[in-house]
């Protein structure tokens, strides 16, 4: 059995983040986003934008990869797989900001520095693509009158080698705790990202993942939890 392989954490306590990351002008980048018309459930409590990047050495974008859709085996996504799931790109000014910079940079060196992600290297590694990675935002909202749900498939795995989950907001809104699981579905940690920049970075192998709804705070009409995915493939 592999073991369980993650890490938790905030971006911005790391000695190397640049403090002036302009989070707020990359925050407000989840205010443009579609709703996600694919949910199995009907659900329309999901917003969403979706891109595929290649990255150098340096963990800079070297190429965006234009494709025609998102598709998971039904092995993976029991609610959503088997079906091409087609989603507004990510605007690459966001992609631009020192914040997505530093992220790719950051997982990156993390990835490229353990014993998990050894590759064999480039004799240029600073302009070769050597990772692909897809990049989602998400927007989970919740009403007095309706929950919204993270996970909506359960507990799954997302079928790359690496995850980066981070919290760009929540407001207004309770739950939404992350849950980590061995790869036979026991819980082993719960932990609510509540600050911003607050990740759970993992080895998707060796664990899976699930996240419990959320639910409008009672003096809000309506209420949201933001959350920025990396999966290096």
Not at 40 to 62: I, N, P, Q, W
Not at 110 to 124: C, K, M, T, W
Request: one cysteine or more; hydrophobic letters at 35%; proline letters at 6%.
């Amino acid at each position: 059995m592999n073991q369980p392989i993650y890490a938790l954490g905030n971006v911005r306590d790391d000695p190397d983040w640049d403090r002036d990351d302009d989070w707020e002008i990359f925050s407000k980048f989840w205010e443009s986003l579609s709703l996600d018309t694919h949910m199995g459930d009907g659900g329309t409590y999901r917003r969403r934008r979706y891109s595929t990047v290649l990255l150098d050495g340096e963990g800079g974008v070297a190429q965006r990869i234009d494709h025609d859709g998102f598709l998971q085996s039904r092995e993976i996504n029991r609610l959503n797989g088997g079906v091409i799931r087609r989603f507004d790109p990510i605007d690459p000014a966001l992609l631009d900001t020192a914040v997505v910079r530093q992220l790719l940079a950051h997982f990156t060196a993390r990835i490229e520095n353990s014993a998990h992600g050894d590759r064999p290297q480039h004799p240029n590694r600073s302009q070769a693509p050597i990772r692909r990675v897809n990049i989602h935002q998400h927007r989970i909202t919740a009403t007095r009158t309706s929950s919204g749900n993270p996970t909506p498939e359960g507990v799954h795995r997302d079928g790359v080698e690496h995850i980066v989950m981070m919290l760009v907001a929540r407001k207004d809104i309770s739950g939404g705790s992350s849950t980590l699981h061995d790869n036979d579905g026991k819980p082993l940690l719960t932990h609510t990202l509540t600050s911003p920049g607050d990740y759970i970075f993992l080895e998707d192998r060796t664990c899976m993942h699930s996240a419990s709804p959320v639910t409008a705070a009672p003096s809000a009409a309506e209420g949201h939890r933001d959350m920025f995915f990396l999966e290096f493939c």
